[in-house]
């Protein structure tokens, strides 16, 4: 069974403090990806890495960055968190290769509270 | 643009009865993925069936069917025999051919009552 497993289930953050959202699969995965849910708006795609220390933005990648040094983790950072970033962050992980269709696995999830 | 279409509002199931969740899609790739997931209220994101566009049989996997119509560029969910469990937010997907990337709906919210 993959297991995709986030640091933190609940996150209170000040406006200004630097963040670090960590996410570990245990599938030996090549693709990771970062999310954010809001109400009304699904899952927009933060970033995403396809191999260690490799990484393509998302739709939605200013205000974050992230870093991959290994191939099961995958940390997502804000460097000056934000209210606007107050909101459910969803980690995935995925096989990659020619065969390609296979599905994402998410982790529990992230709820992140900027005050 | 968006891709993938959700638009129903918030649906109320009779325990036991089916239900149909509405997706169209969007895209000029002749090869693509179609997925449906399910988040109920804990968070956790649960994939529940995947389409291909190449397939000639519509996805099965126990109680939830893929209607899958190509011309008319839809992938609609059937959950069958709803039950309680069932409650929780569906999610629609699509994944094109060379791309690591899901495109994701907006979610259709199905409440299942006794």
């Known amino acids: 069974d993959v297991k995709v497993t986030q640091s933190s289930r609940y996150l209170v953050k000040r406006t200004g403090e630097k963040v670090f959202l960590e996410c570990v699969q245990d599938m030996d995965h090549e693709n990771m990806f970062w999310y954010r849910q809001d109400p009304g708006l699904g899952l927009r795609l933060i970033y995403f890495s396809y191999d260690v220390k490799m990484k393509e933005k998302g739709d939605i990648p200013e205000g974050y960055s992230v870093s991959r040094e290994k191939k099961e983790r995958f940390s997502l950072i804000l460097e000056s968190a934000s209210t606007n970033q107050t909101s459910m962050y969803l980690c995935?992980?995925?096989?990659?290769?020619?065969?390609?269709?296979?599905?994402?696995?998410f982790g529990p999830g992230t709820r992140l509270t900027v005050l | 643009a968006q891709k993938i279409t959700q638009t129903q509002p918030g649906m109320f199931v009779q325990e036991k009865e089916a239900v149909t969740l509405d997706c169209t899609y969007d895209?000029?790739?002749?090869?693509?993925?179609l997925f449906w997931y399910k988040q109920p209220s804990s968070g956790e994101m649960i994939f529940l069936i995947y389409?291909?566009?190449?397939?000639?049989q519509n996805a099965t996997e126990g109680r939830y069917s893929l209607n899958f119509q190509k011309a008319r560029k839809s992938a609609n969910l059937v959950i069958s025999a709803s039950q309680l469990g069932d409650s929780a937010m569906y999610f629609c997907?699509?994944?094109?051919?060379?791309?690591?990337?899901?495109?994701f709906g907006k979610g259709n919210q199905v409440v299942v009552i006794p």
């Open positions: 997907a699509m994944r094109e051919v060379g791309n690591n990337r899901l495109a």
């Open positions: 389409q291909g566009s190449y397939d000639q």
């Open positions: 995935a992980s995925s096989g990659g290769g020619l065969a390609g269709w296979n599905e994402q696995f």
């Open positions: 895209t000029s790739d002749p090869s693509y993925g």
